[in-house]
C-alpha cells in the first residue's frame, strides 16, 4: 500500500491527548467545590471549546483546499490559518496551566489538561516566531506534496506512482534508481526541519515542557518514561516473531538475488522489500511464499472481475461498517471526497480521512488504486470516518479518539475481518480455500503487519531523540540509519551522508504526523479483533474469524467509540476488551501458526538469524 499510516491530517487533529498519571489521581481525588478561580476556570473552558470548534472548521477547510489543489495561494491561506489556530492553541494552553492545580469537576479537569497539551507543533509565544513555524509547516508539506522523480526515460513521476514500481519490480537497478531518486526531494526540507525543532522546542519549554518529546510522550494518560517503557514492554512481547520474519526473508531474498544483491547475513538492503521506505514487504510475497501456499485467489483480480471501480471500493467498505449495525456515511461524503487522483493539478495523494464540521461532513482523501492492498487502506480510513462520527455528540475537546493509537486501529481492527470468509459473503470469492492454506495467508499478513512493528517504532524514536538535542542536526541522517538497523535490520543500499535527510522522505516527518499512533495501533488492531470475535462467538482460529454482519460485536465496538477521548484510554480499552491494558500477546496467538512454521523453515535452511 501506499502507507500504513491512517491518515488524519496531522492541522484536522491538533487536539490530541495528553494527560499525566498525576493530574488524573488529582482529578479523581479532589472534591469539586464552587469558588472565583473555579468559576473562571469553569466559563475559560466553555470560551475555549467555542473558539476552538470555530477556528477548527476555518482550519479544516483551508487544510482540506490546500491538499487538494496545492499552489502558492492555498499554501498561504493554510499557512495564515494555522498560524491563527496555533496562536490561540498556546494561548489556551499558557492559560490553562494557570489552572491545573485547581480542585474541578473530573470532566473539567481533564479538558484542561488536554488544552495544555493540546499542541503537536506548539510555537512559541513570539508572534513573529509563530509565524515562522506555521510558514515552515506548511512549505515541509508542499515539498512532499508536489515532490517528483524524473526517471531517465523522461516519465516524471509522483510517489504513488514511484511507489508502484517498488512494489512491483524484481530489477535491483531499477529499485535502486526509484529509491534513490524518491529521497532527492527530502534534500531541501533539511534545514527547514531543523530550523521547526528550534521554534517548537521553544514553544515546548514556553508551555513548561522540557522539550517536544517530552510533550508528545506525556499524551498517553501516563508520565512520559512510563509511556516509553510501555513501549519497550510490547515491543519485548513482540520481537521474537519479527526476528523470525526477518530471518526467513533474507534467507529468500538472497536465493532470489544471491550474495551481491541480497546478503544472506546482517541487515537487509531497504529497496528489496517492496516498499518505498521498507515498512512493509507484502509486496515480495510472490518471492518468498511457500510453493503449496497459493490460496487459490488474487483480490486484485477478483475486484477487476467483478467490475470494482474506485466509488465501489469505497461503497463496499461501507458495507462492512453498516453490516455491523453503523448508520451508513452521508451523502455529503460521497459528493466531497476525492478517490480519484487528478490529471490537472497537484495534490497530497497520502491517503487521509477528515471531520470537517466536527458533526457530519467526514470524508476522505486518497488517489485509490484498483488493488487489493487500496482495498484494505480504504477499509482503515472509513474506520476514522465512523469514530469521528461516534463521537460526534461528545464536548469539542473530548472529539478525538481514547489515544491516537485508537484512531488508527479502528479500520484495521475491520480489515483484520477482510478473511476468505468475508470475501465469499460479499460475492467476491466462490470458495473459501481450507485450512492448508492458512500458512500463506498468515505470512502475507505478516509481512504487512509484523514487519511493519519496528518501523512503527523507530520513527518517533529518532524524532524523540531529535527533540531532546541527543540526536543533533549534524547526526540526522547517521542516527536515522543507526535506528533503522537497530530496529528493523534494513540497511540503506548505498552510501547515504549528512548531504541527504532520508527522514523527509516519509510524509510523517515533514507533515508533523506522530508516528507511535501505528505501532500502538498495530498492537490495538489484534487485541480488539481476539475481543470482538469472542463477542460474535466465534469459536475457530483467531485469524480466521470475521465479525462482518455481527450487530452484538458492533454494538460494543461502537459503545468503545462513542466515548471519544472523555475517559482515560484504560477505561475505553476495557469496554471491547476487558482489560486496561495493551498486550500484544493476541498479536502472538494470531500468528502462532506462522511463527512454528517460520522457525521450522530457518532452522531446516540452517540459517543464523538476527543481525
Not at 490553562?96 to 510555537?123: H, T
Not at 550474495?259 to 515498512?279: K, Y
Request: one cysteine or more; glycine letters at 6%.
Amino acid at each position: 500500500m501506499s502507507s500504513i499510516s491512517p491518515r488524519l491530517s496531522y492541522l484536522s487533529l491538533i487536539v490530541t491527548l495528553a494527560i499525566s498519571t498525576t493530574a488524573c489521581n488529582e482529578q479523581v481525588n479532589a472534591a469539586p467545590v464552587k469558588s472565583e478561580p473555579a468559576a473562571e476556570a469553569k466559563q475559560f473552558i466553555q470560551d475555549a471549546e467555542a473558539n476552538l470548534a470555530q477556528l477548527s472548521i476555518e482550519q479544516n477547510r483551508a487544510e482540506w483546499i490546500y491538499s487538494n489543489f496545492i499552489t502558492e495561494d492555498t499554501a498561504a491561506l493554510s499557512a495564515s490559518v494555522a498560524e491563527r489556530q496555533t496562536a490561540t492553541s498556546v494561548r489556551l494552553a499558557t492559560k490553562a496551566a494557570e489552572f491545573a492545580m485547581l480542585p474541578l469537576e473530573k470532566d473539567e479537569q481533564r479538558k484542561l489538561n488536554i488544552l495544555r497539551s493540546s499542541l503537536v507543533l506548539p510555537a512559541p509565544l513570539d508572534p513573529v516566531k509563530n509565524a515562522e513555524l506555521a510558514n515552515i509547516s506548511a512549505e515541509l508539506n508542499g515539498l512532499y506534496g508536489k515532490g517528483k522523480y524524473c526517471l531517465a526515460d523522461g516519465r516524471c513521476l509522483t510517489q504513488p506512482e514511484l511507489s508502484g514500481i517498488m512494489g512491483e519490480s524484481r530489477d535491483p537497478a531499477t529499485l535502486l534508481d526509484v529509491w534513490q531518486g524518491w529521497r532527492q526531494i527530502a534534500k531541501p526540507m533539511r534545514p527547514l526541519f531543523e530550523r521547526e525543532v528550534e521554534l517548537a522546542n521553544e514553544g515546548a519549554k514556553d508551555l513548561g515542557y522540557a522539550n517536544l518529546s517530552e510533550l508528545w510522550r506525556s499524551q498517553y494518560d501516563m508520565a512520559p518514561d512510563a509511556f516509553s517503557a510501555e513501549l519497550d514492554r510490547l515491543w519485548d512481547q513482540v520481537q521474537p516473531l519479527y526476528e523470525s520474519l526477518h530471518c526467513y526473508v533474507r534467507g529468500e531474498l538472497n536465493q532470489k538475488y544471491g550474495d551481491e544483491v541480497a546478503p544472506s547475513s546482517g541487515a537487509i538492503p531497504a529497496h528489496l522489500l517492496g516498499n518505498m521506505w521498507a515498512q512493509q514487504w507484502g509486496n515480495v510475497y510472490d518471492m518468498v511464499a511457500p510453493e503449496d501456499a497459493d490460496p487459490g485467489y488474487d483480490v486484485t483480480e477478483l475486484l477487476a472481475k467483478q467490475g470494482y471501480d474506485e466509488h465501489k471500493m469505497v461503497k463496499q467498505a461501507e458495507g462492512f461498517f453498516t453490516s455491523l449495525g453503523f448508520e451508513p456515511l452521508p451523502d455529503t461524503f460521497w459528493r466531497r471526497s476525492l478517490f480519484v487522483q487528478p490529471k490537472d493539478r497537484d495534490v497530497v495523494c497520502h491517503a487521509s480521512a477528515w471531520d470537517l464540521d466536527n458533526l457530519d461532513d467526514i470524508r476522505i482523501k486518497m488517489c485509490i488504486q484498483k488493488t487489493a492492498e487500496d482495498f484494505t487502506v480504504i477499509h482503515h480510513e472509513l474506520g476514522h470516518n465512523f469514530y469521528q462520527r461516534a463521537y460526534k455528540n461528545q464536548p469539542f475537546i473530548f472529539k478525538n479518539s481514547a489515544n491516537d493509537g485508537f484512531h488508527e486501529a479502528i479500520g484495521d481492527t475491520v480489515a483484520l475481518s477482510i478473511t476468505p470468509n468475508y470475501l465469499k459473503q460479499i460475492g467476491l470469492l466462490d470458495e473459501v480455500p481450507d485450512a492448508s492454506k492458512d500458512i500463506g495467508l498468515l505470512l502475507k499478513q505478516a509481512l504487512d503487519k509484523i514487519a511493519f512493528l519496528p518501523f512503527g517504532l523507530m520513527i518517533d524514536q529518532w524524532r524523540w531523540k531529535v527533540f531532546s538535542g541527543e540526536i543533533t542536526p549534524a547526526q540526522y541522517n547517521q542516527a536515522w540509519w543507526e535506528l533503522r538497523e537497530k530496529y528493523q535490520g534494513v540497511k540503506a543500499p548505498i552510501a547515504r551522508s549528512e548531504a541527504d535527510f532520508d527522514p523527509g522522505a516519509k510524509y510523517h516527518v515533514p507533515g508533523n504526523v506522530p508516528y507511535t499512533r501505528y505501532f500502538l495501533a498495530h498492537i490495538l488492531q489484534f487485541q480488539f479483533h481476539k475481543a470482538l470475535c469472542e463477542i460474535a462467538g466465534d469459536k475457530g482460529p483467531v485469524h480466521r474469524c470475521s465479525i462482518y454482519g455481527n450487530k452484538d460485536a458492533g454494538a460494543k465496538l461502537n459503545a468503545m467509540l462513542e466515548m471519544g477521548q472523555s475517559q482515560p484510554w484504560p477505561e475505553a480499552l476495557s469496554v471491547v476488551t476487558g482489560s486496561k491494558e495493551m498486550d500484544a500477546s493476541a498479536v502472538l496467538d494470531y500468528f502462532a501458526p506462522l511463527k512454528v512454521w517460520l522457525d521450522e523453515q530457518n532452522q531446516s535452511a540452517n540459517r543464523q538469524c538476527g543481525w
